[in-house]
């Protein structure tokens, strides 16, 4: 019988078993995702990820600033869901996406609950990946 000193004995050590194939029940429920961490408005979100639910709305929205283009659509990590708002330059990246997608959103801003969704929104120094 053969010894590596790192790892021992490996003659005896059996194959692992290949992991069943999961099926998916529901779109909803996406796989593999940790759970949306508790949201405090005023905070910033360093990172999230979620599978994107429904379609993405693109409107123009007048801010003091004058007229913005923004997108908003949801997040879902199986449990929860939360409303997402990317902006200007965000949207065209935004318009890519469609229900089923699994994206990771970086510096997300938290927003206060709008008519009891939680909610966060892009920044400046937001990535989409």
Same mark, same amino acid.
């Given at each position: 019988? $053969?010894?590596?000193?790192?790892?021992?004995?490996? @003659?005896?050590?059996?194959?692992? $078993?290949?992991?069943?194939?999961?099926?998916?029940?529901?779109?909803?429920?996406?796989? *593999?995702?940790?759970?949306?961490?508790?949201?405090? !408005?005023?905070?910033?979100?360093?990172? +999230?990820?979620?599978?994107?639910?429904?379609?993405? @709305?693109?409107?123009?929205?007048?801010?003091? !600033?004058?007229?913005?283009?923004?997108?908003?659509?949801?997040?879902?990590?199986?449990? $929860?869901?939360?409303?997402?708002?990317?902006?200007? *330059?965000?949207?065209? @990246?935004?318009?890519?996406?469609?229900?089923?997608?699994?994206?990771?959103?970086?510096?997300?801003?938290?927003?206060?609950?709008?008519?009891?969704? @939680?909610? +966060?929104? !892009?920044?400046?120094?937001?990535? +989409?990946?």
């Amino acid at each position: 019988m $053969a010894v590596n000193r790192y790892l021992g004995d490996f @003659e005896d050590v059996k194959p692992k $078993a290949e992991a069943p194939t999961r099926t998916r029940p529901s779109p909803l429920i996406p796989k *593999d995702l940790n759970p949306f961490p508790t949201l405090e !408005s005023g905070k910033y979100l360093q990172e +999230i990820t979620g599978e994107v639910v429904g379609d993405v @709305e693109v409107r123009e929205v007048n801010t003091k !600033s004058g007229p913005k283009p923004i997108a908003n659509f949801y997040l879902t990590d199986g449990k $929860a869901k939360i409303r997402v708002a990317l902006w200007e *330059d965000f949207v065209s @990246e935004a318009e890519k996406l469609k229900s089923g997608d699994v994206i990771t959103l970086k510096g997300m801003s938290i927003r206060p609950p709008y008519k009891g969704e @939680e909610q +966060i929104s !892009s920044t400046k120094n937001t990535e +989409i990946l």
